[in-house]
């Protein structure tokens, strides 16, 4: 029988070393295939971009839920700056018949499937909801989301039905937590590419919130995640210090 402590990482962020050029647009815009948090002041601000596309891309069997997409657009409303608008492009798309995805896996399906990039004013995102579980899960951690660019981010949605609804939380809330956690990620939380305005980063578990109750904060990324969200009808929100790092990085 499966129990909560399962739960391993929620929800985890890579950085890539080396070099990474941008993409050749000849407009001077910053690539999509850049290091994760680095695009956390265009994320947040309207001073390159005045609005924001996100496609979200998922399998047969994995249509997201109106709700889940809602909520990630005010989420991102309530903290970035676009003016002109933030529009959700969903669609499905064939997968690979393997058992599970390694990264590498990951961004050969971004590759073959994205269509929006950045352009003029407007910045693109793209989301990738997975039909198959994270190669690396071992045991009790699970990965259930994972931000691995700088406008990318995949939500281990297999992983999450199988983990919620009968264990204390619904589907739709644990996804949505998951992807705001991971657009706090790309929004720069916490000192990944927006600084601290005061010092509130967890120092062992780096790039997370130490405030308990904050979206941010590291526990979200493992078993406590249904602890914290269980009985709550909104995924928890980002705490003031998270809220102040994003203003004084472009964004509201
Ligand atoms: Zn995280
Ligand atoms: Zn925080």
């Not at 962020?13 to 941008?22: E, N, P, R, Y």
């Not at 999509?32 to 971009?49: C, K, M, Q, V, Y």
């Not at 005061?198 to 526990?219: F, G, I, N, R």
Request: hydrophobic letters at 35%; aromatic letters at 8%.
């Amino acid at each position: 029988m499966k129990n909560l402590f399962k739960f391993g990482l929620l929800a985890f962020v890579l950085t890539f070393s080396g070099c990474q050029k941008d993409d050749d647009s000849g407009n001077n815009l910053p690539g999509n295939n850049l290091n994760t948090g680095s695009s956390a002041r265009d994320i947040l601000s309207a001073e390159r971009f005045g609005k924001m596309v996100i496609e979200v891309h998922y399998a047969s069997g994995f249509t997201p839920d109106a709700g889940v997409l809602n909520d990630l657009k005010t989420f991102i409303d309530t903290y970035a700056n676009k003016p002109d608008g933030i529009e959700i492009v969903p669609k499905q798309i064939e997968t690979p018949a393997t058992n599970s995805y390694s990264f590498s896996d990951v961004r050969d399906i971004e590759n073959q499937n994205r269509e929006v990039f950045n352009e003029p004013n407007t910045l693109a995102l793209y989301v990738f909801l997975s039909d198959k579980d994270f190669s690396e899960n071992e045991g009790n951690q699970l990965t259930l989301g994972a931000a691995y660019q700088n406008t990318s981010l995949v939500i281990f949605q297999k992983t999450i039905r199988d983990n919620s609804n009968g264990f204390g939380a619904s589907e739709s809330l644990l996804t949505s937590t998951v992807l705001h956690h991971e657009i706090g990620h790309l929004m720069g939380l916490v000192d990944l590419g927006t600084s601290p305005q005061q010092s509130h980063e967890d120092e062992e578990h780096p790039k997370h919130c130490d405030v308990e109750t904050c979206l941010m904060y590291w526990a979200v990324e493992n078993q406590r995640a249904i602890g914290m969200i269980g009985g709550m009808n909104a995924p928890p929100d980002l705490d003031p210090f998270c809220k102040t790092d994003l203003k004084a990085n472009g964004g509201k």
